[in-house]
């Protein structure tokens, strides 16, 4: 499947590294984050990613180019000064044809370790509008947002504080989509989270959940650059950048 890569927000917990440098592109353990994940989306066979892009956008063309460095083609989608959040920039996406029928959305700051095959394979035989991974989480990386309960998220809401009891799973940072889902969930013309439209399909018993056995990274704080880069460096992860 298809990857769209959502990559246009300011990354305003990571000030003021941020400010003159996309988060994607955040050096952990000596090369570009994005670098990272692009290997890694190689190694899970891949071969077709989305850039969505926004502030310094133009800083993420010039490193990633069209990814032939990793066996990948990279286009991009390109949301301009003007930014629409995550989820006007999936919906961006959907508009100019840019993602198929059926795609991923990863978050450009995170790093995982799930079996994207088996994912995409749960997605194909169950045919759910949508599915999100999870992590059994109980707080301990950050705020537990999700109930799943038998192959189903029934519950997905950001902001709880704190979460009622049985919320304890979280939202691991890869989907599974469908266009016209997106077109369905997500309004037109203004600014909205993605999580928005999770929150509805949750409600609806319309999301699908894959459970993740391993931790996640991100790197959308300063704690969680500094976690992955100890993960990195203790899993013998710092191979040669291809680039």
Request: hydrophobic fraction near 40%.
């Amino acid at each position: 499947m298809q990857c769209l890569i959502l990559a246009g927000g300011l990354g305003t917990r990571m000030y003021p590294a941020t400010r003159t440098v996309p988060k994607c592109l955040v050096e952990v353990a000596g090369r570009p984050f994005a670098h990272w994940q692009l290997e890694w989306l190689a190694s899970q066979q891949i071969r077709r990613v989305v850039y969505s892009i926004g502030h310094l956008g133009e800083m993420i063309r010039a490193a990633i180019g069209d990814g032939s460095a990793w066996g990948i083609e990279v286009t991009y989608v390109d949301e301009g000064d003007e930014l629409i959040g995550t989820g006007g920039a999936l919906r961006l996406a959907v508009e100019r044809g840019a993602v198929d029928d059926a795609f991923f959305v990863l978050y450009g700051d995170s790093y995982l370790s799930v079996d994207l095959g088996a994912v995409a394979e749960d997605f194909v035989a169950r045919r759910p509008d949508a599915l999100m991974t999870v992590f059994r989480n109980k707080g301990r990386w950050e705020t537990s947002n999700a109930i799943f309960r038998r192959g189903m998220v029934t519950h997905y809401e950001k902001g709880l504080s704190p979460p009622p009891p049985e919320m304890q799973f979280v939202d691991y940072g890869l989907s599974a989509l469908r266009s016209p889902v997106v077109l369905e969930m997500v309004d037109r013309g203004a600014p909205s989270d993605m999580a928005d439209a999770f929150t509805a399909l949750s409600r609806a018993g319309r999301l699908a959940g894959f459970e993740a056995s391993e931790r996640f990274f991100e790197i959308g704080t300063p704690s969680g650059l500094a976690d992955l880069e100890r993960h990195l460096s203790s899993s013998g992860d710092e191979t040669h950048d291809r680039k």
